[in-house]
């Protein structure tokens, strides 16, 4: 399994931006397809964007269209989220994930195999 660690959170005034990272380790990184999620305090982990294995397809869930773009770089096994004119209802805990292969289901958490720790992102209002 690739080994993935975030970075990149930290708190923001509202309408700011930041750039989340996560590195891969450990494994054929251009194998996996990647997502974002995020956690709030007492709520469920939601998807926030996926990518595809080559970059080329992409999707997102409704709240961030328009604001966040999911991007990676399979020479620095790497993919990022850049986030933009962030609202206080973004803030949460962000993990990055890597799937095999989702299919269909590229937004349900169940069907990614690794995780990362977490980066924390605050927006104050």
């Known amino acids: 399994q690739v080994q993935l660690v975030e970075s990149g959170g930290g708190l923001v005034q509202a309408g700011g931006s930041l750039m989340l990272s996560c590195a891969a380790s450990g494994g054929t990184f251009s194998n996996y397809e990647m997502g974002w999620f995020r956690q709030a305090p007492g709520k469920d982990r939601d998807f926030v964007a996926f990518?595809?294995?080559?970059?080329?397809?992409?999707a997102y869930e409704d709240s961030v269209k328009g604001r966040f773009t999911i991007s990676r770089d399979n020479a620095k096994n790497t993919v990022y989220l850049e986030m933009k004119n962030l609202k206080p209802e973004d803030t949460a805990e962000y993990f990055c994930a890597a799937a095999r292969n989702s299919g269909a289901f590229y937004f349900a958490k169940e069907e990614y195999e690794s995780w990362g720790q977490g980066t924390q992102v605050t927006v104050s209002s």
């Open positions: 990518i595809d294995r080559s970059g080329g397809s992409t």
